[in-house]
């Protein structure tokens, strides 16, 4: 009844002979009441604690390529230059890496132990 304290989750169920089961709630799905479901991704453990997701694929970036500039790095991660220019300005605070002219470099990579690292 509307208005009535009841549970608004969804749930899985079987219809059986003895009657209906009520199975586990559906909470890894969204979308459900627009008839085409989809799960919910599990969420990531930062590759690089401290950093964002967006500056951890910078430094991934540089790490791979050892040294790039400003435009190369912000077309291969997807952000606008202006968007990416915080991002290196962090990262070179920080002391990840390091401007030479129009390029930035890796300096150094603080190790995370391979089990909080998930790819």
Known sequence: MRGSDHS???RAYAITGKGVLLREGL???????????TGRLPRR????PGLTEPEGRVLDILIRSGAESAEAIALEVGLPPSDLDPILE???QLAYV???GTRYQIV???AVPER???D
Do not use: Q
């Not at 909470?27 to 479901?37: A, E, L, N």
């Not at 453990?45 to 690089?48: D, H, P, S, V």
């Open 8 to 10: 608004a989750d969804f």
């Open 27 to 37: 909470r890894d799905y969204h979308g459900i009441t627009t008839g085409v479901p």
């Open 45 to 48: 453990e930062l590759a690089y």
């Open 90 to 92: 962090r990262l070179t």
């Open 98 to 100: 390091s401007r030479k």
């Open 108 to 110: 150094a990579v603080r």
């Open 116 to 118: 909080s690292r998930r």
